[in-house]
């Protein structure tokens, strides 16, 4: 019986129990990563670039078929041609990739192999019990659970080392004025992606994104490196900076792994053993070693388990009922609101954004805007070189639109403008004055619901003091600058 595997754009795994295993691997560029959505072309660039790299890194060690996506060519019909009775292929984390391949496997009569997914350190079973072991669910727990499991950062008594779980209160300074900003190295250009160039160019034309510029690695040693950079050049002070914002910059002292971590160029494990290993000698300030590792088992497996026992009914919440569509201006940058264009036009670049930019600049601001959230998934899937479906639906339904009207948050993640010029150096604007008229209107019209919330009420109560002309005068702004997003 031969042993066929099945690979995917987002697992490239260097250590492949598949590619082990199996005497024929089909490495296909599936439509749910090229052509469910225009994706950004610098994603696109970045799965055909590795994709055939990888292609040729396990070619000695099992045969291998390589499926564009161009080619229309169905991965059912191809294994029916061949008489395939046996598939193997690891959880893909996706629930349509999941659904079809578990279809598919019924439909024919095909045995199948399933195998955990080494792009987290939980198996599917750990992230199900830390998560079901919770009333409600919540990051923090999941997180300080999650470290005493795997033994990180802790002592041996499973206290935290530092004494606290989080050192989250010390990730939040502005970035002064003159401070010298770590460069990021670019990848050299090489002829797979310069194939991958061409291939983007004449395939997807029409795509959001610029690849005049191509930003991440896409071989598991340029993406070490990489990851011995971020360390070596920008780790010490990551923790101060975290949440920073500076209105020109790109990528300040983040790591800009998910890139590759999310397509299997490096794993998680392999990210925190290098780190608490150069920690041994550079003794990394605890804001910035426990707030990395925060990012990478707390909040990144976090997610996935929410996706995989939530992500469902995630989706398919509205808790507002909004229904706005985004116009084109949020895709181009010419939204008059200088901290949501100059993201945008930023994003445009690279497909990147660091957390509080998507968070409290795009996520927050389109949330104020009311726009239906399935617009916000596709919008953040279309435009980020690391989205996929188990990161954005529970950070766009859950964390940025509270969608789901509080499964896995307390309460909404929105701000006036004050958040935005308290971190970052955007300078005071008319900008100002509509985003702040756009948050006071939405603690106005929700204002029954959010009385009820302790980390609410504060907000509401300020709002019903604006009650008359000034609440008026918000409203208005706030109406006005709705009514133009056509």
Not at 130 to 141: E, H, R, V
Not at 307 to 321: A, I, P, S
Not at 469 to 481: G, H, R, S
């Amino acid at each position: 019986m031969k042993k066929v595997g099945l690979l995917f754009p987002h697992q490239l795994y260097k250590e492949s129990e598949i590619i082990n295993s199996c005497d024929k691997v089909y490495i296909i560029e599936d439509e749910l990563y090229f052509g469910q959505y225009r994706f950004h072309k610098q994603k696109l660039l970045l799965h055909r670039a590795s994709m055939k790299y990888y292609a040729d890194f396990v070619s000695n060690k099992t045969e291998v078929e390589y499926i564009q996506s161009i080619d229309n060519e169905n991965l059912e019909t191809v294994l029916v041609e061949n008489q395939t009775n046996l598939i193997h292929y690891f959880i893909a984390d996706d629930y349509l990739l999941e659904r079809r391949i578990n279809r598919f496997v019924k439909k024919y009569n095909i045995q199948s192999k399933q195998y955990e997914n080494p792009n987290f350190i939980n198996t599917q079973k750990e992230v199900s019990d830390l998560l079901n072991a919770q009333k409600k669910y919540f990051m923090a727990s999941f997180y300080s659970e999650s470290r005493k499991l795997h033994k990180i950062l802790v002592e041996d008594d499973n206290k935290p080392v530092g004494g606290k779980w989080s050192f989250d209160a010390d990730n939040r300074k502005k970035v002064p004025k003159g401070t010298a900003i770590p460069s990021y190295k670019l990848p050299s250009e090489d002829d797979y992606i310069e194939e991958a160039k061409k291939y983007v160019d004449t395939n997807f034309s029409n795509n959001y994104g610029e690849i005049d510029l191509f930003y991440y690695p896409i071989t598991h040693l340029k993406a070490e490196e990489h990851l011995k950079q971020f360390i070596q050049e920008r780790f010490v002070l990551f923790g101060d900076y975290e949440d920073a914002i500076v209105k020109e910059e790109h990528w300040l002292w983040h790591s800009v792994l998910t890139p590759m971590l999310n397509i299997g160029l490096l794993c998680p494990k392999q990210i925190i053993n290098e780190v608490l290993e150069a920690h041994t000698t550079q003794n990394f300030p605890l804001n910035s070693l426990e707030g990395f590792i925060r990012q990478i088992l707390g909040w990144r497996e976090f997610i996935r388990g929410i996706y995989t026992l939530e992500g469902v009914k995630q989706r398919t919440t509205n808790h507002f009922g909004y229904s706005r569509k985004i116009p084109e201006s949020f895709w181009t940058g010419n939204t008059g609101i200088e901290p949501i264009d100059q993201t945008i036009k930023k994003l445009l670049k690279t497909g990147y954004s660091h957390h509080i930019e998507r968070l409290m600049v795009m996520g927050n601001f389109m949330l104020l805007c009311e726009f239906d959230p399935d617009e916000v998934h596709k919008w953040f899937m279309e435009m980020y070189v690391d989205a996929y479906d188990w990161v954005m639906v529970p950070n766009v339904y859950g964390m940025t639109q509270y969608a789901d009207g509080g499964l896995m948050t307390t309460k909404p993640y929105c701000s006036g403008s004050n958040y935005i010029l308290k971190m970052s150096d955007y300078k005071k604007g008319e900008w100002c004055k509509i985003w702040n008229a756009l948050y006071w209107r939405f603690i106005h019209v929700n204002s029954e619901e959010f009385a009820k919330n302790r980390r609410m009420s504060m907000m509401v109560n300020l709002a019903r003091k604006m009650e008359g002309p000034k609440m008026n005068e918000q409203l208005e702004t706030a109406e006005k600058f709705l009514d133009s997003l056509q």
